[in-house]
């Protein structure tokens, strides 16, 4: 069930100069949100409906009832996000929106790119205690180096590729990924920019590995309504990211 909450902010803590870590206090949410799940969000009392965002759950704790969002600033939507402040501003929460990763496989190979990494930590926390190994790519070391403690329980290895080197292997995600599915790893899990996603689909395609992708869409309604959202399919129908993704199977959308 989706729900409209407006929820208290614990937390906000800057993660890197361009990415904040959000933790609000959403108990219903927090035990029916799955990995892959997103919600839609604005700062409580705005009156601009389009500035709501569409955020990734990086983080799910059932127990205390929070929800923790990992997003990037971007444009004036996600500027305002930024400025809210934990004990006075309210986040006005609509969600969990979406369908997420179905969980399969006994070996799980993660792959993100950018600010997509962030489903996938809540991703890791659910696989837990599957091996999984998380390949995780961004431009510099800046982007990626408070990733890593994130990452350090729940996945086994961690490899990293940066486009300047600074970090790890130089080169991109799917540079490296030919070479770790000789591994046998049984399902991947993939999160980025869309040609990092193309690539992936066609390498998981041809090693025969099952592999889900999550489309970071352009996002109005959030809830299948505007159409803002769609993507192309295999068998030529047209499906919306917001509310038939943004989890596919990589060999279900065009990408
Ligand atoms: Fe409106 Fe997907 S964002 S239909």
Known sequence: ?????????????????????????????AQTAQPGQFVHVKGAGHPEPLLRRP??????????????????????????????????DLLDCLGPLGQGFALRGEKPLLIGGGIGIAPLLFLAQCLCPLPAEIIMGGRTQGELTFWQPLFKDACQH????????????????VDILPQMLARHFDMIYACGPQPMLRAVTAIAGTHRVPCQVSLEER?????????????????????????????????????
């Open 55 to 88: 955020i990734s759950i990086a983080g799910v704790n059932r127990e205390a009832g929070t929800l923790t969002l990992i997003y990037r600033i971007v444009g004036k939507g996600s500027a305002m996000l930024a400025a809210l402040k934990p004990g006075v």
């Open 219 to 255: 996002m109005a309604c959030g809830i299948g309504a505007c159409l803002v959202c769609t993507c192309n399919t295999e068998s030529g129908a047209k499906k919306k990211v917001c509310s038939d993704g943004p989890v596919f199977w990589a060999e279900e959308v065009l990408l």
């Open 1 to 29: 069930p989706k729900l409209l909450v407006q929820a208290a902010i614990l937390q906000h803590i800057d993660l890197s100069s361009s990415i904040k870590q959000m933790t609000i206090a959403a108990p219903l949410l």
């Open 158 to 173: 961690i490899h990293v590729t940066t486009d300047d080197g600074s970090l790890g292997v130089k080169g991109l995600t």
